[in-house]
Every structure is written in C-alpha cells, then in structure tokens.
C-alpha cells in the first residue's frame, strides 16, 4: 500500500493585494494529487533527502531542481518573510511577475491583485476628471480653469496614488504641473 510519487513538482504562486499596498504571496508545490509547502521541500534539501513523507504510506519525491531554483529566485526578489509567506510593495509587481514567470510557476491571484493588473494595462486618463465640490468651487471661485489635458494629470496622480505606485509628471514646461500638483494634493 505504500506509494512513491515520482510526479513533476510545479510551482503555485498564490498572490494578494492588501489595501496597504502590499502583496502577500506564497509558493507551495502541486503535483496532481497533493500540494506541498515549499518549507517542507527546503527542508528536506537541506537533509539531503529524496523524498519527503507527507503520510504514513505516502512519499514524494523531491524535484531539487526546482526547490533550488525557487530559493535563488526568492533570495534575488528581496522579499520581506512574514508569518504567511512573502510580502513585497505593490510597485515592485513586475518584479513578482518576473519572479513567477522565472520559476515556471501557475498563479493563483485574489480580486484585488487581478483588479490591479487589468488596470495597470487598461488605465485610460479622464480628462473630465473631477475633484471634491469644495476644490471645484474654489478653482472657479479664484477663476483658475483647468484644461482637460491638466484634468487628465491630475486623475493619473491619483490612481497612482491609490495604487501605492510612484510617476513622474513630465508635462512641457508651462503646461500646469505646478496646477495640476496643487489640486491633486488639495
């Protein structure tokens, strides 16, 4: 009754988006039948083990290969240890994505994560983009008129800001940054 999985191991990134600005991520491995976490496969490398016993009559074996690879690839992303795996700022996101990609991993993403990636491809500038009524008031109240160029600024600077993700505003010189800074900060 004993049985022997020799199954390849590939990798599963499970990864989420805190409203902090982090994402939380984890590795574990599946194989068609279990998963398994990835302390417990760095483990038995580090024991030099070449299998890994997951019940009494139930064995895995170890694919070094992609443990190993794993490891290095984590040392290399930087990423902060926390009590559920992994946490890096949500502005290094390419570095994740990288990092999964690199590991031949499959994702597994929360709402929030997934929500974040649609909008970093399809984020489209309002240039009707309004701010608080109070604000509005006051620009028409000192008869500053925002173009919808500026408008457009301005909502980029605050989906960004949303996002926890840092930009440049690289207008042409005496096109309004200095306007457009203002009232997003306001």
Request: proline share 3%; hydrophobic share 40%; glycine share 6%.
């Given at each position: 009754k004993v049985?022997?999985?020799t199954d390849p191991m590939k990798p599963v990134v499970s990864v989420k988006k805190d409203p902090q600005g982090w994402l939380v991520f984890?590795?574990?491995?599946?194989?068609?039948?279990y998963e398994l976490p990835k302390n417990l496969l760095f483990q038995a490398i580090e024991n030099n083990e070449e299998y890994v016993q997951l019940d009494p009559i139930t064995w895995v074996k170890v694919d070094e290969q992609a443990v190993e690879t794993t490891k290095e690839k984590l040392e290399a992303l930087e990423a902060s240890l926390t009590e559920d795996g992994y946490r890096i700022p949500a502005s290094?996101?390419?570095s994740l994505e990288e990092f999964i990609d690199?590991?031949?991993?499959d994702r597994?993403?929360?709402?929030?994560y997934k929500e974040f990636l649609e909008q970093l491809s399809g984020f489209a500038a309002d240039t009707n983009?309004?701010?608080?009524?109070?604000?509005e008031k006051?620009?028409?109240?000192i008869e500053l008129t925002l173009r919808p160029y500026q408008r457009a600024g301005i909502h980029w600077l605050d989906w960004l800001r949303k996002n926890q993700l840092h930009g440049i505003l690289a207008d042409d010189m005496g096109l309004g940054k200095t306007f457009q800074i203002i009232s997003f900060i306001n």
């Open positions: 049985q022997i999985i984890d590795v574990k491995y599946s194989t068609p039948n290094e996101f390419a690199a590991i031949g991993g597994v993403l929360d709402k929030a983009y309004r701010l608080t009524e109070r604000f006051h620009l028409v109240d």
